[in-house]
């Protein structure tokens, strides 16, 4: 984990990144995670790493009992289910870097944003900024996935369904991004950043 600037004037933003599969989000997250005013927020998962993916940087990759464990400890700020695989977001680690004033990055799906936003914890409810980066039409999402080849045409259709559901939730989001080339996604989303930065409801009160 990088070791990012903490803002004495404030507290920590919690950034939310959604998207369909294949929108570009991981491109962008790949961007962002260059620029380190910000602490990316390492997920747990019961999924097998995929060839490259390192424990403790890509996710921390736990056994079924070990997540639920967790969830049972009460872990996690928020968990879901993502293609039959457990996903959940550390509540501690979160809440320490926003308390330290620095701003986390979450790279969630909609069912973890709709439960972090639902959270009855104050503070991190007001320090959300959610952002839906969404394709510019489902044919373009269609081409993407067919060019990264990396789902079967039956995955590709399970895929593109849930993409049309994801669709219908950009609207809880307080910001939409349609996706264009990876610097024009990156671009949009540092002016969010730097427009969230400046909020006048954020600065503290001296
Ligand atoms: P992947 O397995 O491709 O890395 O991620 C699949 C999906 O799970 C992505 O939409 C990603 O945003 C989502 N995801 C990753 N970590 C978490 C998490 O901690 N909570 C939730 N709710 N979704 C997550």
């Given at each position: 984990m990088n070791n990012p600037p903490a803002s004495p004037k404030r507290p920590g933003i919690l950034f939310i990144l959604s998207a369909p599969s294949g929108a570009g989000k991981t491109t962008l997250r790949t961007m962002l995670q260059r620029t380190p005013d910000f602490v990316y927020s390492i997920s747990c998962t019961t999924r097998q790493p995929r060839p490259g993916e390192e424990h403790g940087k890509d996710y921390f990759f736990l056994q079924k009992e070990d997540f639920d464990r967790r969830v049972q400890n009460g872990d996690f700020l928020e968990h879901a289910t993502v293609f039959n695989n457990s996903y959940g977001t550390l509540r501690e680690t979160v809440l320490d870097s926003l308390d330290r004033g620095v701003d986390v990055l979450l790279d969630i799906d909609i069912q973890g944003a709709e439960l972090v936003r639902a959270t009855t914890h104050e503070k991190i409810r007001a320090a959300i900024a959610d952002v839906f980066l969404m394709p510019a039409s489902m044919d373009v999402l269609r081409q993407r996935l067919l060019k990264r080849g990396t789902e079967n045409s039956e995955q590709l259709a399970v895929r593109l369904g849930k993409a049309e559901t994801e669709m219908?939730?950009?609207?809880?989001?307080?910001y939409n991004i349609i996706s264009g080339t990876p610097e024009d996604d990156f671009q949009n989303f540092r002016a969010i950043m730097l427009a969230e930065r400046q909020l006048s409801r954020r600065l503290l009160s001296d």
């Open positions: 219908k939730a950009r609207d809880k989001y307080r």
